[in-house]
């Protein structure tokens, strides 16, 4: 799907706030609530716009902690990497998974509440998945950045 300037407009104004009114979208971008809700719907069904979500502060639900986990797999097969990221699915403190080129396999993302309960996490979780031949984990310290996507260039 091509994009235009006011799809962008429109995909920049949801992302600094998916609740605003239909008017308050049509009125950042110049155009009135017809066109707007249309091309609202256009990029919903074409699978530019995903979904709609709530940001969420970790710390105030009791997951204050946040630890990168760089791994290396055993095997590179299909199945391996398949599996694994099977396995990664099934476990809710896994934010995002990534496979990436380098050093390690994957880029892993988790939220937990402590040491103690990443401890527990390892112990239960991620060391039951077979086929991880090496992990490095990193607890975040401070998050200096969080952003969306620049669509304004």
């Not at 300037?5 to 008017?23: G, P, T, V």
């Not at 630890?67 to 097969?77: E, G, K, M, N, P």
């Not at 080129?101 to 239960?124: F, Q």
Request: with cysteine.
């Amino acid at each position: 799907m091509k994009l235009d300037k006011f799809d962008l407009a429109i995909l920049s104004e949801l992302q600094k706030d998916a609740r605003k009114s239909l008017q308050d979208i049509s009125q950042a971008v110049g155009l009135s609530t017809s066109p707007c809700w249309t091309r609202i719907k256009r990029m919903e069904e074409a699978g530019v716009i995903e979904g709609y979500a709530v940001r969420v502060n970790p710390a105030a639900v009791g997951l204050g902690d946040t630890v990168i986990v760089h791994v290396t797999l055993d095997s590179h097969s299909d199945e391996a990497l398949f599996e694994f990221g099977r396995a990664l699915e099934q476990i809710p403190e896994v934010l995002e998974a990534f496979l990436v080129s380098g050093d390690y396999d994957y880029y892993v993302r988790i939220a937990v509440a402590d040491t103690r309960d990443y401890e527990r996490l390892l112990r239960e979780r991620l060391y039951k998945i077979p086929g991880i031949r090496h992990s490095k984990s990193s607890f975040v310290l401070r998050q200096l950045k969080q952003s969306q996507l620049p669509l304004q260039r």
